[in-house]
Structures are given as structure tokens and as C-alpha cells.
């Protein structure tokens, strides 16, 4: 659980920082206030067995209906830190599951796995991480929105998670 909440901050903090609203002491800070607050949520809800089990109370979500997630709005309050100079998207969802961080930048475009691990040691971790933020930083433009959603008569494919395990395979 260490690991996948580590890699989730990592990912986040990133994004942070792209957006370079916060000095390096407050993103310090809300990367710390987040670690703990995440692993708090997540302690009693970690499934090694069957990872998809907690998979959405495992989830930090912004979008239009939640503009603010609780476990970030959280951080942001035990750290000082304005939510609104977080600088994330109007629409993320990541995933912290045993074993995987994944991601989906919009409510339409298909969730990516941000690092996946194996249980052992992975010195290209911080690269990957990097490559999926530059991957959210894509999809991010690409123009899908939910109000998009509510205006289209095409049926709607279920997006897949990348977690072999996840029930919404």
C-alpha cells in the first residue's frame, strides 16, 4: 500500500507542479498532508487478495458534479495549501489499488495504467510516472468532457480498467 499511495502522490504532485501555481515548500507540504490522509482512508480498505474489492472508495475523482475531492480538499486544509492553486483538471479520476495507480483524464477517454508494480524493486518508476503525466497532459487536451456526454444519442462503451482484476473489466 506504501508503494501505490507513494506513486499516486507522486503523480499528483506532478501535475502540481506542471502548473507551477505553489512554491516547492507547498507542494511539499500537500504532498505530505495527501500521503497521510490517503493512507488513513485507505488502511482498513486494502484488499491484496482481490484488489478490485474498495476500488471506488479507493478513488480520487474531480469532475463537474464533485469539483473538489474530499482527500484533496483535505490536504489542501491540513497543509495550507488553496485547493484552487492545485491547478489539476476540471475532470480526474485515479485509481490506488493493490499492485496499480491508473488514471482518466475526462469522463470519456479511456482510463491508463500510471505504474504497476510486481513487488520488486523499480528504478524506472519515476520515468513512468512522468511518462503518464505527459500522457494526462494529452488526453487532457484532447476535448472530452461530460457536458459532451449528456448531448450525444451514440451508445456509450464501458471504459475498461487496465487491473486484470477489476470488476469493471
Excluded at 499511495?5 to 501535475?15: E, G, N
Excluded at 474531480?62 to 490536504?75: E, G, M, T, Y
Excluded at 511518462?131 to 494529452?138: F, K, N, T, Y
Aim: hydrophobic share 35%; glycine share 4%; charged share 25%.
Amino acid at each position: 500500500m506504501k508503494d501505490e499511495i507513494a506513486a499516486a502522490v507522486f503523480f499528483i504532485t506532478k501535475l502540481v507542479k506542471r502548473e507551477g501555481k505553489l512554491s516547492k515548500d507547498e507542494v511539499e507540504k500537500f504532498a505530505a498532508r495527501l500521503t497521510t490522509v490517503l493512507f488513513e482512508k485507505y488502511k482498513n480498505h486494502w484488499y491484496l487478495g482481490s484488489p478490485c474489492q474498495g476500488q471506488a472508495f479507493r478513488c480520487v475523482r474531480i469532475n463537474k458534479q464533485q469539483p473538489r475531492d474530499p482527500l484533496l480538499d483535505q490536504a489542501c486544509a491540513e497543509s495550507s495549501v488553496d485547493f484552487n492553486q492545485l491547478g489539476l483538471p476540471e475532470e480526474l479520476t485515479v485509481w490506488v489499488d493493490p499492485f496499480e495507480v491508473s488514471c482518466r483524464y475526462g469522463e470519456r477517454n479511456e482510463p491508463f495504467t500510471v505504474v504497476r508494480f510486481n513487488g520488486e524493486e523499480n528504478p524506472e518508476l519515476p520515468q513512468q510516472i512522468n511518462l503518464a503525466v505527459g500522457r494526462a497532459a494529452l488526453d487532457n487536451h484532447s476535448g472530452s468532457s461530460s457536458d459532451e456526454e449528456s448531448f450525444s444519442k451514440e451508445p456509450k462503451a464501458i471504459p475498461t480498467v487496465s487491473n486484470p482484476n477489476s470488476v469493471y473489466q
